[in-house]
């Protein structure tokens, strides 16, 4: 008797999704609750588990198409089950299948889980080569992070296809520098909600951004001189992003309404503050959020942001992560970036984005001039809510409790 594998609940107001990967392959023995597709939607990618053992029988929906909750994607035959729950007593020798390609390169096919594959694409690397030491002999994260640190990694590049991508062979330098190629990769769900939602913010909103700098020698001082402390009392590294949540805090509690939103010909204020922190992941820009933060610790914001760092990486975010968000902060300076106009986040009305540190010549108060660690800071928002003077009031106190660290741990 057939199992049906079903789109799983995705989540609030989400309705729909694309089918980013098939793990697995008709035919493929499958484990209960064994990942056997990836999907994508606006904000998050997820698995698609496998409600029983058995035998994968064929794919009903291809690479690229969107489907809905509740759509069977494929069917489970039972008879199969054997063999995967004993997978584990007796492991296949390796995760991965060579299957001749179309021309006279190799193509490798391999089984992999979204977030390796991803590690094995941004570092290039054969997965044929790497020996699997997880579930069933498939790859792990750690196992190709070893290969890589081995230095034993012949490189690849992904050729993108109409129903995915495949994993070939790097062309030859003498093939690379004779042609002039193309490649047309379709955009993920998340990257066309993206650039959605900022478009939107830029044809709704009244956008303006306001600028200030800010003297970074406390905070640093600070870190230099708890860090070892504070790492050992509460298992995190002290950072930066720490200092500016807290302070953000502080400075939204001044002014309320950079933390406020428009809601039709209303203003919603908020007493709370659930800041949206941008972190970069594999496949475009996500926003988890740190929610209720005025109230948290330094360690609690802290461990917080190194969690849905950790897990954007691997793809493990979920729905409840992105939901929400009063305020924004982005920091562009862990890129480079000396200054920029980050977009706000709708529904929100303002961002702070935060900038590299650099050595600045600063004329001090008693008339000397020292080079001093420096960051800009730029608050983008909506000028329909939000005026200049409280832009400015709001970045000025920034300013203030970052030179002052003591002003957060005091509430001045």
Not at 242 to 256: I, N, S, T, Y
Request: one cysteine or more; glycine letters at 8%.
């Amino acid at each position: 008797m057939a199992t049906d594998v079903k789109v799983p609940v995705l989540g609030e107001s989400i309705t729909e999704a694309t089918l980013g990967e098939w793990l697995k392959q008709p035919g493929d023995s499958v484990a209960a609750d064994e990942p056997i597709a990836s999907l994508e939607t606006d904000k998050v990618a997820l698995e698609v588990p496998a409600p029983e053992a058995g035998v994968l029988g064929d794919h009903l929906v291809a690479v690229g198409d969107t489907v809905e909750v509740g759509a069977i994607i494929a069917k489970i035959e039972a008879g199969g089950g054997a063999a995967a729950s004993t997978a584990k007593a007796a492991p296949a020798p390796a995760a991965a299948k060579a299957e001749p390609a179309a021309d006279d390169d190799t193509a490798a096919s391999i089984t992999l889980s979204p977030a390796v594959r991803r590690l094995v694409l941004e570092h290039g690397v054969d997965p044929s080569k790497i020996k699997g030491t997880g579930k069933d002999g498939r790859l792990t994260k750690d196992d190709v992070e070893q290969y890589v640190k081995s230095g034993a990694a012949p490189p690849l590049v992904e050729k993108g296809t109409a129903k995915g991508a495949e994993i070939q062979p790097a062309a030859t330098s003498a093939s690379v520098a004779g042609g002039r190629n193309e490649e047309r990769v379709r955009m993920t769900r998340l990257r066309q909600t993206v650039a959605k939602r900022l478009k939107e913010a830029q044809d709704t909103a009244a956008l303006l951004t306001t600028f200030n700098d800010v003297d970074m020698t406390a905070v640093m001082e600070t870190r230099s001189k708890y860090k070892e402390l504070f790492a050992k009392k509460h298992g995190v590294k002290l950072g930066f992003m720490g200092f500016f949540a807290k302070a953000a805090c502080l400075a939204l509690k001044d002014v309320p309404s950079v933390n406020a939103q428009i809601d039709g010909d209303e203003i919603v204020y908020h007493d709370y503050v659930d800041i949206s922190v941008a972190v970069s992941a594999p496949n475009g820009l996500v926003v988890p959020v740190i929610r209720n933060a005025e109230a948290m610790s330094f360690a609690d914001v802290e461990n917080t942001i190194g969690d849905f760092g950790k897990r954007a990486k691997d793809g493990t975010l979920t729905m409840a992560d992105m939901k929400g968000g009063t305020f924004t902060i982005s920091n562009g300076g862990v890129f480079g970036s000396l200054m920029s106009t980050p977009i706000i986040n709708p529904p929100q009305s303002a961002v702070l984005g935060l900038h590299r540190i650099e050595q600045r010549p600063v004329v001090m108060p008693d008339g000397s001039i020292e080079a001093r660690p420096m960051m800009y800071l730029a608050l983008s928002y909506d000028h329909r809510l939000i005026d200049g003077r409280e832009a400015v009031t709001f970045l000025v106190r920034i300013k203030e409790a970052i030179e002052d660290p003591t002003r957060l741990l005091i509430d001045l």
